[in-house]
């Protein structure tokens, strides 16, 4: 007489997890059931079933490219937008400081100003569009 | 990988430097991808969570114990990512719906139309059953069936003890068996 088999048990005699002892156990109690030998037969059926699904099989194009880009760029933005404010701002002090008259100092800062002005304009325009480009992440 | 050779890279990609990381990532991208394409069916998606993964394993690798194995704390931050994934599909209102790309096979693959046919019909049928398990019955089914880990492992990933991950699978298995048989396929 074997002692009784739980699902648990059958589940870890199905995935391989039985010490020897306790394997020999649940194929005694195996043999002496019809109902544990069609659960077996069902379960082994859906285990070869969902091993032949292809999920993952496209591994082939590697994502560490778009890995290493999102873990560098920031890197590099941070660097750029440290270096161009202490060079505006040391350029901004200079120009301010220096004996020129106002008025050509007024006209060149106005092309200064209108030109960050659009440069900030363009970027922030091409940044809210790549946000929506759903091919953003497409390589040729 | 060797366990030795992961705590070097790791050791080196805590200063910063990414680029002791590709190792790790092309070691662990494979599996990773398979899991988060069972875990999300739709293998572009997965690709996405997979990238996201990487990028929060790198960051967060300076606090990372490396007396714990890589591997079950790769997978955590993976599995979190999908489930993340899930539930701003789930909220933007999204059906979740299988991917047809992943029927996609290389030529020659299968040797006749009909056969073809048959294998992509039982994959449909499979991808819908697991779909309508729930994430939790997923999840483990995927870590077990696609993966193969074993069960300390699955109870590492899922951060639960080791004697429920047993259980745990008995009521996915059933979970996906019952919902099979809603779709018609019957089992002995």
Same mark, same amino acid.
């Given at each position: 007489?074997?002692?009784?088999?739980?699902?648990?048990?059958?589940?870890?005699?199905?995935?391989?997890?039985?010490?020897?002892?306790?394997?020999?156990?649940?194929?005694?109690?195996?043999?002496?059931?019809?109902?544990? *030998?069609?659960?077996?037969?069902?379960?082994?059926?859906?285990?070869?079933?969902?091993?032949?699904?292809?999920?993952?099989?496209?591994?082939?194009?590697?994502?560490?490219?778009?890995?290493?880009?999102?873990?560098? *760029?920031?890197? #590099?933005?941070?660097?750029?937008?440290?270096?161009?404010?202490?060079?505006?701002?040391?350029?901004?002090?200079?120009?301010?400081?220096?004996?020129?008259?106002?008025?050509?100092?007024?006209?060149?800062?106005?092309?200064?100003? #209108?030109?960050?002005?659009?440069?900030?304009?363009?970027?922030?325009?091409?940044?809210?569009?790549?946000?929506?480009?759903?091919?953003?992440?497409?390589?040729? | 990988?060797?366990?030795?050779?992961?705590?070097?890279?790791?050791?080196?990609?805590?200063?910063?430097?990414?680029?002791?990381?590709?190792?790790?990532?092309?070691?662990?991208?494979?599996?990773?991808?398979?899991?988060?394409?069972?875990?999300?069916?739709?293998?572009?998606?997965?690709?996405?969570?997979?990238?996201?993964?990487?990028?929060?394993?790198?960051?967060?690798?300076? &606090?990372?114990?490396?007396?714990?194995?890589?591997?079950?704390?790769?997978?955590?931050?993976?599995?979190?990512?999908?489930?993340?994934?899930?539930?701003?599909?789930?909220?933007?209102?999204?059906?979740?719906?299988?991917?047809? &790309? /992943?029927?996609?096979?290389?030529?020659?693959?299968?040797?006749?139309?009909? &056969?073809?046919?048959?294998?992509?019909?039982?994959?449909? !049928?499979?991808?819908?059953?697991?779909?309508?398990?729930?994430?939790?019955?997923?999840?483990?089914?995927?870590?077990?069936? /696609?993966?193969?880990?074993?069960?300390?492992?699955?109870?590492?990933?899922?951060?639960?003890?080791?004697?429920?991950?047993?259980?745990?699978?008995?009521?996915?298995?059933?979970? !996906?068996?019952?919902?099979?048989?809603?779709?018609?396929?019957?089992?002995?």
């Amino acid at each position: 007489m074997t002692s009784p088999v739980s699902n648990e048990d059958l589940m870890r005699y199905l995935d391989d997890e039985l010490s020897a002892e306790e394997r020999r156990r649940v194929e005694e109690a195996i043999q002496d059931s019809t109902e544990l *030998r069609r659960d077996l037969a069902i379960y082994r059926s859906m285990r070869l079933d969902l091993s032949e699904l292809p999920g993952g099989h496209r591994h082939d194009r590697s994502v560490w490219g778009a890995v290493n880009r999102k873990l560098t *760029r920031p890197v #590099g933005w941070v660097l750029l937008v440290v270096g161009f404010v202490a060079w505006t701002g040391y350029g901004a002090w200079v120009f301010a400081t220096s004996p020129a008259n106002p008025v050509e100092k007024l006209a060149v800062g106005a092309l200064v100003v #209108g030109f960050l002005i659009l440069l900030a304009a363009t970027i922030f325009e091409r940044l809210g569009e790549w946000k929506d480009d759903p091919y953003r992440d497409v390589e040729r | 990988m060797r366990s030795e050779v992961e705590v070097e890279l790791i050791r080196k990609c805590s200063t910063g430097d990414p680029r002791f990381f590709e190792p790790l990532v092309r070691a662990y991208e494979g599996p990773g991808l398979r899991v988060a394409t069972g875990m999300l069916g739709d293998v572009d998606e997965a690709r996405d969570a997979l990238q996201e993964a990487f990028v929060k394993v790198f960051r967060n690798l300076p &606090r990372f114990d490396t007396k714990r194995a890589f591997g079950p704390w790769f997978y955590q931050i993976l599995r979190n990512q999908c489930r993340d994934m899930i539930r701003a599909r789930n909220s933007r209102g999204a059906r979740e719906t299988r991917d047809e &790309r /992943l029927e996609l096979r290389p030529a020659g693959a299968e040797s006749s139309p009909e &056969r073809a046919r048959q294998l992509s019909a039982a994959r449909d !049928l499979l991808w819908k059953g697991l779909d309508a398990i729930g994430e939790d019955h997923r999840e483990i089914l995927v870590l077990k069936e /696609l993966q193969g880990f074993r069960y300390p492992e699955i109870a590492e990933i899922l951060d639960i003890p080791e004697g429920t991950v047993a259980s745990r699978l008995y009521h996915a298995r059933r979970a !996906l068996k019952a919902a099979l048989e809603d779709l018609g396929v019957q089992y002995p």
